[in-house]
């Protein structure tokens, strides 16, 4: 009988060692788990801020498919980069589709040439080469036909690589042209404001950086 009972209590012991084995065995295997989860969540998070960062970096701030045309006075601002003399200082680069007269690839010989832009006289009599381009006006319309707010836009409307004219992905570019006031005719000049910065020149599909004398 009493070895029938110590044969009992031995099981019994046995038993409940081994359970306790199994939980501490199985305890770490618990904690690891978690901390891979934890670890495996970080790298998560940081490549989805590195995604989102590059994806922010790639698309324009202003995702409008086209220009504005908005037909329109210079405003006070784009008077102020529009208005002074200016120097023709390179060639930038010419549009998709182009004439004999943007004389590619050399574009028009007019590095160096200056002309005049002021709210009531404008002069391009500086373009010497050219009595095509030499226009002298006295009270000309300036107007502001279109703004660009990237470089998909941009390229859409006017057909010109923006790379080639140093235009930024989320540059805000304004297209200006000018009328005789007297016939409201526009003559073969218009202008890149890029900014309100730079001033680009437009002949023909041929794009020049312009650079400011005097305001």
């Given amino acids: 009988m009493k070895k029938g ?3 009992c ?7 409940l060692s081994a359970c306790e084995n199994v939980e501490t065995t199985s305890t770490p295997k618990t904690s690891n788990t978690s901390n891979n989860r934890v ?5 998560s ?3 989805s801020k590195h995604e989102s960062e590059t994806d922010e970096f790639v698309i324009p701030k202003n995702t409008a498919e086209y220009c504005d045309d908005v037909f329109t006075n210079l405003d006070s601002e784009t008077e102020k980069s529009f208005y002074g003399t200016w120097k023709v200082e390179k060639l930038l680069g010419f549009a998709n589709s182009y004439n004999d007269a943007s004389e590619y ?10 002309f005049i832009i002021k709210k009531d006289f404008f002069s391009s009599k500086g ?4 009595n095509v381009y030499q226009h002298e006006l006295k009270n000309p319309l300036y107007r502001l036909n279109f703004i660009c707010y990237n470089t998909d836009s941009f390229y859409r409307l006017f ?3 923006p790379d080639a004219l140093n235009i930024n ?3 805000k570019v304004k297209y200006i042209v000018i009328n005789d006031s007297s016939t409201n005719l526009g003559i073969p000049l218009s202008f890149f404001i890029v900014n309100n910065d730079r001033l680009i020149l437009l002949l023909e599909a041929t794009s020049f950086e312009l650079k400011k004398v005097t305001d």
């Fill in 159 to 161: 057909k010109t690589d």
């Fill in 127 to 130: 373009l010497k080469n050219y």
């Fill in 5 to 7: 009972l110590l044969v």
């Fill in 9 to 15: 209590i031995t099981i019994m012991l046995m038993l």
């Fill in 45 to 47: 998070n940081t490549t």
């Fill in 169 to 171: 992905l989320n540059d």
């Fill in 39 to 43: 670890e495996n969540a970080t790298v």
């Fill in 105 to 114: 690839p050399t574009g028009q010989k007019i590095i160096g040439d200056e």
